[in-house]
């Protein structure tokens, strides 16, 4: 189950995002069974930083919000009050 989710997040390319919910429906679970599962996850080769609320709120991180927007703005995303700015044109449907 992890490993189809790392699977998928490895395929969102830098500068791009996806949604809890989309990850979810990818691999048959519900957006916070997901989120649970990433929380967990400390390996950077799988980019967890690019999983977000379907509302374009950023969401969780393990390593805490303000890393997970400093990794997102490093990769071209911009972000304002907790939210991703042109969310749709930075989404990647799984």
Avoid at 47 to 57: A, K, T
């Amino acid at each position: 189950m992890r490993n189809n989710i790392y699977k998928f997040l490895k395929k969102i390319p830098k500068g791009r995002i996806t949604t809890y919910k989309l990850l979810g429906d990818a691999v048959g679970l519900h957006p916070r069974v997901v989120g649970s599962l990433l929380r967990k996850n400390f390996d950077k080769k799988v980019p967890c930083h690019r999983v977000v609320c379907s509302d374009g709120n950023i969401g969780g991180y393990n390593r805490g919000i303000k890393q997970k927007i400093k990794i997102l703005e490093s990769e071209g995303i911009k972000i304002k009050n907790g939210k991703i700015i042109d969310f749709k044109k930075k989404l990647v449907k799984i």
